[in-house]
């Protein structure tokens, strides 16, 4: 199987401050992200900005953790690189770029490396399923948060 992972993008009706405080706020994700199911922070930097956490993700055939280091660059970047976990390798990144007054393009990417055994069970019709999820919907997902009344 090949690293599992892609790019979605969305414009969205809300300024890029609304974006990026959705975005950074790592520990409020599991209530809008599909398939994150929690989000354990276990270090802050000076800010109160969340710097690793153990991430539990519904893979469908498990639940699959990770430990994960983030890096701010407010407020066009968000990226992340597992440190230790299920999966062989993990990073992925929210980019947000202004496009006038009140609109932002959100782009996300994830690059995930599943590892022989695990990837022997996410085959097919999961696999697509699981992209689905983890990839494709979520910028329609932070468009839902920011633009929400």
């Known amino acids: 199987m090949a690293n599992l992972g892609g790019t979605a993008s969305m414009e969205i009706e809300a300024p890029i401050e609304a974006c990026w405080a959705a975005v950074e706020d790592l520990g409020a994700a599991p209530e809008w ?16 900005r969340v710097l690793l956490a153990e991430s539990t993700s519904d893979a469908k055939v498990r639940q699959i953790k990770s430990l994960v280091r983030f890096t701010h660059e407010a407020p066009h970047r968000l990226s992340w690189r597992q440190e230790k976990g299920d999966l062989r390798s993990l ?51 932070l468009k839902r948060r920011v633009e929400a009344p």
Do not use: H, K, S
């Open 91 to 141: 990073e992925g990144a929210w980019e947000l770029e202004a496009l006038g007054p009140g609109r932002t393009r959100a782009t996300y990417r994830l690059d995930g490396d599943p590892g022989r055994v695990l990837g022997m069970l996410i085959r097919g019709p999961v696999e697509d399923r699981l992209r689905e999820i983890l990839v494709g919907g979520r910028p329609a997902e």
């Open 33 to 48: 992200q599909a398939g994150l199911n929690a989000m354990d922070v276990r270090e802050r930097d000076a800010e109160g």
